[in-house]
């Protein structure tokens, strides 16, 4: 696969394991652990009822954005999009930067930057990845309490599928 592999967004963690259990897509990503708010139940949750397995692991250093269509002034947010474990690492510096602004829970950083592109008084935090896809503007970097922020994401698919060569995930037999 590797730069052959043709990317395919989805909108939820169940889109990504159910588009892998029918054959849609050979293999999925989806995130399992935040080194600043630990892990994502959804995903955990997602594996009791699939017999999808982990075949490799990913780890990510993901750093925040304010994203914004068009410069906006802070004081005139008055929506902010996002996932709960971003808007988690972000709680403080929203709590004293944009303390009136409703907050949004979206699906995925990708639909907050799109909610957020088609809301010219709403804001998303997103990492960077999506303000290239939806041309929206970085109003703020790194809003996020620690910079040292690390994602694991596992790659999924059906026990058939070959497992990627020389990885440390659980899947893996031992030498």
């Known amino acids: 696969m590797g730069r052959s592999a043709r990317a395919l967004p989805m909108k939820t963690i169940a889109s990504v394991f159910e588009e892998v259990e029918r054959g849609a897509a050979v293999l999925g990503v989806v995130p399992v652990e935040n080194s600043t708010e630990g892990m994502i139940n959804h995903t955990l949750d997602s ?30 947010v008055e929506r902010v999009y996002s996932i709960p474990v971003a808007l988690a690492q972000c709680r403080r510096w929203l709590a004293t930067n944009l303390p009136r602004a409703t907050v949004v829970e979206a699906a995925s950083t990708a639909e907050a930057a799109r909610s957020a592109h088609g809301d010219s008084p709403g804001v998303a935090v997103a990492a960077e990845m999506p303000a290239k896809l939806y041309h929206p503007q970085c109003m703020t970097r790194h809003p996020e309490a620690i910079h040292q922020n690390v994602h694991r994401f596992t790659v999924l698919g059906l026990p058939t599928a070959p497992p990627p060569a020389h990885d440390t995930t659980t899947s893996q037999p031992a030498p």
Do not use: H, P
């Not at 009822?49 to 410069?71: F, G, P, Q, V, W």
């Open 47 to 76: 594996f009791v009822d699939s017999d999808l397995k982990i075949s490799a692991e990913i780890m990510l250093k993901i750093s925040l954005c304010l994203l914004a269509r068009s410069e906006v002034e802070l004081e005139r």
